[in-house]
């Protein structure tokens, strides 16, 4: 098969994430609008929960189908075997952990019990199905259309939400985590079919080898942790501020994280290739580590500027509910370069070295996130958080480059002796 450049590759995967950040800022914008700053930072806390739960269900299958892809060409129908069959079991089962615990640990007292079981369908069963279907066709290097299966439950979402102002306020939570379940459901039907036209996949079950159970676990870990850096800062918000400081802090949050897209793009595009070049070239790894580095370095810099510009604005587009934005927003835009080198680094250590690397690495960043957070929130309240998040993303940044620059030194030095 034929590779694309990752200049093409990345160019149309960035085309394809500017649909998403497009489907996000109109999902943040109706969900601002439809439950207000108070009872947002009460969903966003519960729906991130969900989320960093729902990275476990795989297993890392994904990210071992990609270190296996390229000496075995049948590995997405082999790796499938096992991993629905995983994935669903395991989903399941964290669903009733969630539905019991999750009130009590996220803070969120304003939901209602019936809506946590749909938090979980939702994020723990039915969208990380999807993104194992993605990276199966981003394994194959085709990423834009794997990002594509991504995207498409996402407008569903936003059509839902939109159906959702039509319901009395009373019952539009209930009605929006209901519509949610749906679109997933019809996102995962709509993913399997394009997967299909370029993977034969094997339902026949098979039970995980030792290997696979083993190495995909350290993944699992690894990939939980790297989304609790990016997820659980919610629930920490809502506990160190309350719940209008955190549902303004989530909203810039979200808005920041969009602002990464474009790099994340970039990231998606090259990961196989980091993972080949590991393999088999130093120097093409070497080289391929620094152009990363620096172009999110300058594309995240001049994103963070432009944010900086249009912060005053966007007041007017969320509402007067949201008014501290216009002074938050500004002081957290640098968090998107911050961030883009901390995500960027933290797959490359993956990249040339075992997960456990990472696992320390994102262990670290997780623990730092927390020990500035929770006390300059308390002092601070949303301001406070937002400090808290650029230090914490500069320093991760910086460490994380630092030790790619060691290993891949070490690299060098081990290949010469």
Same mark, same amino acid.
């Given at each position: 098969m034929k590779r694309p450049s990752l200049a093409r590759s990345g160019l149309q995967t960035m085309m394809v994430l500017g649909l998403r950040l497009l489907t996000q800022a109109c999902s943040l914008m109706l969900a601002m609008r439809l439950f207000g700053p108070g009872l947002y930072g009460n969903v966003a806390s519960a729906s991130s929960l969900a989320v960093v739960l729902g990275v476990l269900p795989n297993l890392g299958a994904g990210t071992l189908l990609m270190r296996r892809i390229a000496l075995e060409p049948q590995a997405p129908a082999d790796v499938w075997r096992y991993a629905w069959p995983q994935h669903l079991l395991l989903g399941l089962?964290?669903?009733?952990?969630?539905?019991?615990?999750a009130p009590a640990i996220s803070g969120a007292?304003?939901?209602?019990?019936?809506?946590?079981?749909?938090?979980?369908l939702t994020e723990i069963v039915l969208s990380p199905l999807i993104v194992q279907l993605s990276m199966t066709l981003q394994a194959l290097e085709r990423v834009p259309l794997g990002q594509l299966l991504q995207i498409m439950p996402l407008l569903l979402r936003v059509l839902a939400m939109a159906a959702?102002?039509?319901?009395?306020?009373?019952?539009?939570?209930?009605?929006?985590?209901?519509?949610?379940?749906?679109?997933?459901?019809i996102g995962l039907a709509l993913a399997l079919q394009v997967v299909s036209r370029h993977v034969r996949l094997n339902w026949r079950p098979r039970r995980p080898r030792g290997s696979e159970l083993r190495d995909g676990t350290a993944y699992a870990a690894l990939n939980m942790v790297s989304a609790n850096t990016m997820e659980l800062d919610k629930v920490l918000a809502l506990h160190a501020t309350g719940a209008m400081a955190a549902g303004l802090y989530a909203s810039a949050s979200r808005i920041v994280f969009a602002g990464t897209m474009p790099m994340i793009g970039l990231l998606l595009a090259a990961q196989p290739?980091?993972? #080949?070049?590991?393999?088999? !070239?130093? @120097? &093409? /790894?070497r080289q391929l580590a620094w152009r990363l580095a620096l172009s999110c370095l300058l594309l995240g810099s001049l994103l963070a500027a432009a944010l900086r510009l249009v912060a005053p604005w966007l007041i007017q587009v969320f509402g007067p509910a949201f008014a501290g934005l216009d002074t938050l927003l500004p002081m957290m835009a640098w968090v998107i370069p911050a961030m883009s080198l901390h995500l960027m680094a933290a797959q490359t250590l993956v990249s040339?070295?075992?997960?456990? #690397?990472?696992?320390?690495? !994102?262990? @670290? &960043? /997780?623990?730092?996130?927390a020990v500035l957070m929770l006390p300059l929130g308390h002092r601070l309240g949303a301001p406070g958080l937002g400090w808290a998040l650029l230090l914490n993303?500069?320093?991760?940044?910086?460490?994380g480059w630092s030790w790619v620059l060691l290993e891949l030194r070490r690299r060098v030095d081990h290949r010469a002796h």
């Open positions: 089962g964290l669903t009733v952990i969630y539905v019991r615990l007292g304003l939901i209602p019990t019936a809506c946590w079981a749909g938090f979980a959702c102002f039509g319901l009395p306020p009373g019952h539009r939570l209930q009605g929006y985590v209901a519509l949610q379940c749906v679109a997933a459901l290739r980091l993972f #080949r070049h590991a393999a088999t !070239d130093q @120097a &093409g /790894l040339i070295g075992p997960p456990g #690397r990472r696992l320390i690495y !994102d262990l @670290a &960043g /997780l623990l730092g996130l993303e500069s320093l991760m940044a910086a460490i």
